[in-house]
């Protein structure tokens, strides 16, 4: 599976930014779809996590500011984010795995990342 991950920009806080990730090579509805960000000198974090079925996951620190959602039909995850502030600043990742889990290392396949930075 291919993922390619899109939208990332400068915005300021407040403001916000729609990420998608466009997947190809496999059958996407198998897949949980994930999204995860970097920080310079941070460990990669889970952000949000969206099942086949639609069941969602969120992290406690985007609760309420972001939204994941998929189309099966179209292959692609997309990450809403709202009420941004520069915390969220990041290199956001999307990710696919078959199991149910929300731990990076057990995600099988990554996209390139896309850059958020949000200034105060």
């Known amino acids: 599976v291919q993922l390619q991950a899109s939208g990332g920009g400068l915005v300021r806080t407040g403001d916000s930014l729609r990420l998608s990730c466009a997947a190809s090579?496999?059958?996407?509805?198998?897949?949980?779809m994930g999204w995860f960000r970097q920080a310079p000198g941070k460990e990669r974090e889970f952000v949000a996590a969206i099942t086949w079925s639609g069941g969602r996951t969120l992290a406690d620190s985007v609760k309420g500011r972001f939204t994941i959602s998929r189309d099966n039909a179209k292959n692609t995850v997309t990450l809403e984010m709202g009420s941004l502030k520069p915390e969220d600043s990041a290199v956001y990742y999307c990710a696919a795995t078959v199991r149910y889990t929300y731990v990076a290392r057990e995600f099988d396949y990554w996209g390139q990342g896309t850059q958020v930075t949000v200034s105060s």
């Open positions: 090579g496999g059958t996407f509805s198998h897949y949980i």
